[in-house]
């Protein structure tokens, strides 16, 4: 029973792929009547297509070509812009979607209780070798010093423990702490850029 429903699931997607291959095709070719029918006809297959907006799929134009491409849902990720950038975006979708039957979602991916670095006073390169303080407190991230948002972590953090920023992608070194300023004193392990709201992992 679980191998016919699996199967049944992968028909059902090949159909849908091989559906929005043929509507995409024809969307591509000379004004027709079979173009037109396709441009205009709401998705109602079982799988959907789900594309998260960024910065460089955000505009009209783009945005008008992705759902003739086939796009059912628009994933808009909160843990990164700002909230006002968000609602022009959401506009967007909603006067396209108007446009072709209010046939598009909307999901909001609202940011969880990750930790994660906070504001920045503009995105930085650190290298291998730099100096840099950690702490919890609300500031604005230099070069020098940043936030991240865990609120014990000066307490839980001694000389010789790592902190990964970026998912992983930086490393630092706690070589020790100012408990007056609530602030680790770190050493940069794994070169690269840090800006806001980017996920960190303390694996002590």
Same mark, same amino acid.
């Given at each position: !029973?679980?191998?016919?429903?699996?199967?049944?699931?992968?028909?059902? !997607?090949?159909?849908?792929?091989?559906?929005?291959?043929? *509507? +995409?095709?024809?969307?591509?070719?000379?004004?027709?009547?079979?173009? *037109?029918? *396709?441009?205009?006809?709401?998705?109602?297959w079982n799988c959907k297509i789900v594309c998260t907006i960024g910065p460089a799929s955000s505009s009209d134009e783009v945005l008008e070509q992705m759902i003739? *491409?086939?796009?059912?849902?628009?994933?808009?990720?909160?843990?990164?812009?700002?909230?006002?950038?968000?609602? =022009?975006?959401?506009?967007? $979708? +909603? +006067?396209?979607?108007?446009?072709?039957?209010?046939? !598009?979602?909307?999901?909001?991916?609202?940011?969880?209780?990750?930790?994660?670095?906070?504001?920045?006073?503009?995105?930085? =390169?650190?290298?291998?070798?730099?100096? $840099?303080?950690?702490?919890?407190?609300?500031?604005?991230?230099?070069?020098?010093?940043?936030?991240?948002?865990?609120?014990?972590?000066v307490q839980d953090l001694d000389a010789g423990d790592f902190i990964f920023i970026n998912d992983g992608t930086i490393k630092l070194e706690v070589e020790g702490?100012?408990?007056?300023? @609530?602030?680790?004193?770190?050493?940069?392990?794994?070169?690269?850029? $840090?800006?806001?709201?980017?996920?960190? @992992? $303390?694996?002590?």
């Amino acid at each position: !029973i679980t191998l016919c429903r699996q199967l049944s699931t992968m028909f059902r !997607i090949a159909n849908k792929i091989g559906a929005r291959l043929f *509507a +995409r095709h024809n969307l591509l070719q000379p004004f027709s009547a079979t173009r *037109a029918f *396709a441009a205009q006809q709401p998705t109602s297959w079982n799988c959907k297509i789900v594309c998260t907006i960024g910065p460089a799929s955000s505009s009209d134009e783009v945005l008008e070509q992705m759902i003739l *491409a086939g796009m059912d849902v628009c994933r808009l990720n909160f843990s990164h812009g700002k909230y006002g950038e968000h609602q =022009e975006t959401f506009d967007k $979708i +909603r +006067r396209l979607g108007e446009k072709y039957e209010n046939q !598009i979602a909307v999901l909001c991916d609202i940011q969880g209780p990750k930790i994660r670095t906070g504001r920045m006073k503009e995105p930085f =390169e650190v290298a291998v070798g730099d100096k $840099i303080r950690v702490t919890p407190d609300d500031v604005v991230g230099t070069p020098q010093l940043i936030q991240i948002s865990y609120e014990t972590l000066v307490q839980d953090l001694d000389a010789g423990d790592f902190i990964f920023i970026n998912d992983g992608t930086i490393k630092l070194e706690v070589e020790g702490k100012d408990a007056a300023k @609530n602030e680790l004193l770190c050493e940069v392990k794994t070169s690269g850029k $840090i800006s806001d709201n980017k996920g960190c @992992n $303390i694996p002590s």
